[in-house]
């Protein structure tokens, strides 16, 4: 089994920063690509960031977001500055793992963390 579980949601005023984490554990050989997605009420869920061979933002977020891995650690992290109330949303984790350097790279997705910007 592998699990993905997200960390440092919250509470936080407009201009202020959120660090979200995102750690892998279970069986895994390898992991692949991460990312950041968020789903607001009422939208459809949302590419915020991807990790990679390279590292890709949303617009939306680019420049005020930074996507970031510790590889020895399996974990992912979000920093989240300048965030605006449009950044309120519940955001998922994802991964793309391998449980044995023989078997292919399965779809993990965590059980998301609530971010509420306040105005």
């Known amino acids: 089994q592998v699990q993905l579980v997200e960390s440092g949601g919250g509470l936080v005023q407009a201009g202020g920063s959120l660090r979200l984490s995102c750690a892998a554990s279970g069986s895994i050989a390898s992991i692949g690509v991460m990312g950041w997605y968020r789903q607001a009420p009422g939208k459809q869920r949302e590419l915020v960031a991807t990790s990679g061979i390279s590292t890709n933002y949303a617009d939306s977020v680019r420049g005020r977001f930074t996507i970031s891995r510790d590889n020895a650690k399996n974990t992912m992290y979000l920093q989240m500055n300048t965030l605006e109330p449009e950044d309120t949303a519940v955001y998922y984790c994802?991964?793309?793992?391998?449980?044995?350097?023989?078997?292919?790279?399965?779809?993990?997705w965590g059980q998301g963390t609530q971010v509420t910007v306040s105005s």
């Open positions: 994802y991964a793309r793992i391998r449980r044995t350097v023989l078997s292919a790279f399965i779809d993990a």
